[in-house]
């Protein structure tokens, strides 16, 4: 698809990511954004600085001669702008969002945008590393044919799309990213809980530790509100963090007062958790602990 895109957010970095490719194709591109960055002349793209919630004339107009509306915003900026903004756009228009959790933001426009196709898509990675080869979750909450245009674009980034309705999408992330997150960062705790000093950790540990430990140093230097949204805003979080909790206590547990045979039970249960995909994790494993 070409035409004019409007991207709500852009000196966020999800908008960045987008706007980069979509100059990079040619696209007429409009970033509407509180802050305007010094020397915005000078980029390939128009800049506004507004507010989204409250469109003065200009913003008015770009929202009506958009092809396509993408939100790369917070979630609540997103959630209130869709009123205003279905108001707004062309029967023919296309509404994007980017937020990491669907189900909100997905009611939202089934309720004030009933008509506007909409589409939300969410990279699982971070914007620095780029579209190619990558995940990418799409939800489709209103058809058309816009849809399959954007799905094309993004194939040509080099991006795998991976379509999911929106309970599927909150469902999954709650795993693949709560739980993930919420795992690394409290082994952080735990790690700070015992100060064995990371000095001596890092000469004497093993290739799982170093794994943890790598994972640890990139999620704790993230930014604070991605993070934060993942763990808040998704209405499977809660019972991720919960499963991980009775995980830790199920292991102490038969450690402190089972047999040997319930901790292979245990490890047994671990290792089942990953079914026909064992293999294949196992040898991600393999190339991660014999590199150099």
């Given at each position: 698809?070409?035409?004019?895109?409007?991207?709500?957010?852009?000196?966020?970095?999800?908008?960045?990511?987008?706007?980069?490719?979509l100059?990079?194709?040619?696209?007429?591109v409009?970033?509407v954004?509180?802050?305007?960055?010094?020397?915005?002349?000078d980029r390939?793209?128009?800049?506004?600085?507004?507010?989204?919630l409250?469109?003065?004339?200009?913003?008015?107009?770009?929202?009506?001669?958009?092809?396509?509306?993408?939100l790369?915003?917070?979630?609540?900026?997103?959630?209130a702008?869709?009123p205003v903004?279905?108001?707004?756009?062309r029967?023919d228009?296309?509404?994007?969002?980017?937020?990491?959790?669907?189900?909100?933001?997905a009611?939202?426009?089934?309720?004030h945008?009933?008509?506007?196709q909409?589409?939300?898509?969410n990279?699982?990675?971070?914007?620095?590393l780029?579209?190619?080869?990558?995940?990418?979750?799409?939800v489709?909450?209103?058809d058309?044919?816009?849809?399959?245009?954007?799905y094309?674009?993004?194939?040509?980034?080099?991006?795998?799309?991976?379509?999911?309705?929106?309970a599927?999408?909150?469902r999954?992330?709650?795993?693949?990213?709560?739980?993930?997150h919420?795992?690394?960062?409290s082994?952080?705790?735990?790690?700070?809980?015992?100060?064995?000093?990371?000095?001596?950790?890092?000469?004497l540990?093993?290739?799982?530790?170093t794994?943890?430990?790598a994972?640890?140093a990139?999620?704790?230097?993230?930014?604070?509100?991605?993070?934060?949204?993942?763990?808040?805003?998704?209405?499977q979080?809660?019972?991720?963090?919960?499963?991980?909790?009775?995980?830790?206590?199920?292991f102490?547990?038969?450690?402190?007062y089972?047999?040997e045979a319930?901790?292979?039970?245990?490890?047994?249960?671990?290792?089942?958790?990953?079914?026909?995909?064992l293999?294949?994790?196992?040898?991600?494993?393999?190339?991660?602990f014999?590199?150099?």
């Open positions: 698809m070409t035409g004019r895109w409007l991207v709500v957010g852009g000196m966020g970095a999800v908008g960045a990511l987008f706007i980069r490719r100059v990079e194709d040619g696209h007429d409009c970033v954004d509180p802050a305007v960055p010094e020397g915005y002349s390939p793209v128009r800049w506004l600085r507004g507010d989204v409250a469109p003065d004339d200009r913003l008015t107009a770009e929202l009506r001669s958009a092809d396509a509306v993408l790369a915003v917070p979630e609540p900026v997103a959630v702008a869709v903004v279905a108001e707004l756009l029967p228009a296309l509404l994007v969002d980017t937020l990491s959790v669907k189900q909100h933001i009611d939202t426009i089934r309720k945008a009933p008509d506007v909409a589409v939300g898509l990279p699982m990675f971070a914007p620095s780029g579209f190619e080869g990558r995940p990418v979750a799409a489709v909450v209103h058309g044919p816009q849809v399959p245009e954007l094309e674009l993004v194939d040509s980034w080099g991006a795998r799309i991976v379509p999911l309705d929106d599927r999408h909150d999954l992330t709650a795993a693949v990213q709560a739980l993930t919420a795992s690394v960062l082994f952080g705790l735990a790690l700070d809980r015992l100060d064995p000093g990371a000095g001596e950790l890092r000469e540990g093993p290739p799982p530790y794994t943890l430990a994972l640890l990139r999620v704790s230097s993230g930014t604070t509100e991605v993070y934060w949204d993942v763990q808040s805003a998704n209405p979080a809660a019972a991720a963090r919960a499963a991980l909790a009775d995980a830790a206590r199920r102490a547990d038969a450690v402190e089972g047999t319930d901790f292979a039970a245990v490890m047994a249960a671990a290792r089942g958790a990953l079914g026909p995909e293999e294949h994790y196992s040898g991600i494993a393999e190339r991660i014999t590199s150099r």
